[in-house]
């Protein structure tokens, strides 16, 4: 199973933009931790295009962790 995750902060508008592409119909989750690892924030991923308003986040690193059934990707989000 082949699976494709890209996320990009958009800090014009204060979201970031989560793209989902996979070759079957897996669910997706994503959930952003601050450094501490305290979970923020989850969303449930649909296939394409997401986006998650960041306008109660303050300036700082997070992580962001992407979870299918399989497979765990985790990525630094800074956001400024």
Known sequence: VENFFS????????????RYDSSNTQKAVIRIYDLLGKPLCQVNLKHGENYISLNNFSSGIYIISIQTPDKIFNQKLFIY
């Open 7 to 18: 996320a990009q902060y958009i800090a014009e508008s204060q979201k970031i933009e989560i």
